[in-house]
C-alpha cells in the first residue's frame, strides 16, 4: 500500500508555471509506476504523463508534450509535474497516481493508488 499527497497547485495567469509535487508514504516508492492525471469540470478524468519505476522513459499526452515534463526523485520519495507554459484549458484538478504493474497506462482503472487532487486555475 502507498499514499499520496500532492501540492502546488494554484491560481497562475496564462503563460505561467507551476510545479507540482506528489510525496509517497508506505512501500517502497520505486516499485511504483507513477503518473499525473487531471480532470476538468464535467470531464472524464484524462491522463497528463508518466514516467517508469527508474525514471529512465516518461510519457506525455499530446496536449502537453512540450510544455510539462514529469520526474522522480526516489530518494526523496516524490514525483514532480513541471508545468510551463500553461494555457487556460489546463485549469482542473490533478492527481498523482501510482501502480506496481511494469508498465505506464493511460488509463485510470490501471492505477490503483491516488492522491486526493490539487487545483490548478490557469486564468486567461
Known amino acids: 500500500q502507498v499514499q499520496l499527497v500532492e501540492s502546488g497547485g494554484g491560481l497562475v495567469q496564462a503563460g505561467g508555471s507551476l510545479r507540482l509535487s506528489c510525496v509517497a508514504s508506505?512501500?517502497?516508492?520505486?516499485?511504483?509506476?507513477m503518473a499525473w492525471f487531471r480532470q476538468a469540470p464535467g470531464k472524464e478524468r484524462e491522463f497528463v504523463g508518466g514516467?517508469?519505476?527508474?525514471?529512465?522513459?516518461?510519457y506525455y499526452a499530446d496536449s502537453v508534450k512540450g510544455r510539462f515534463t514529469i520526474s522522480r526523485d526516489n530518494a526523496k520519495n516524490t514525483v514532480y509535474l513541471q508545468m510551463n507554459s500553461l494555457k487556460p484549458e489546463d485549469t482542473a484538478v490533478y492527481y498523482c497516481?501510482?501502480?506496481?504493474?511494469?508498465?505506464?497506462?493511460?488509463?485510470?482503472?490501471?492505477?490503483?493508488?491516488w492522491g486526493q487532487g490539487t487545483q490548478v486555475t490557469v486564468s486567461s
Open positions: 497516481a501510482a501502480s506496481s504493474r511494469l508498465l505506464v497506462y493511460r488509463t485510470p482503472n490501471e492505477y490503483p493508488y
Open positions: 508506505g512501500r517502497t516508492f520505486s516499485s511504483y509506476v
Open positions: 514516467i517508469t519505476k527508474s525514471g529512465g522513459s516518461t
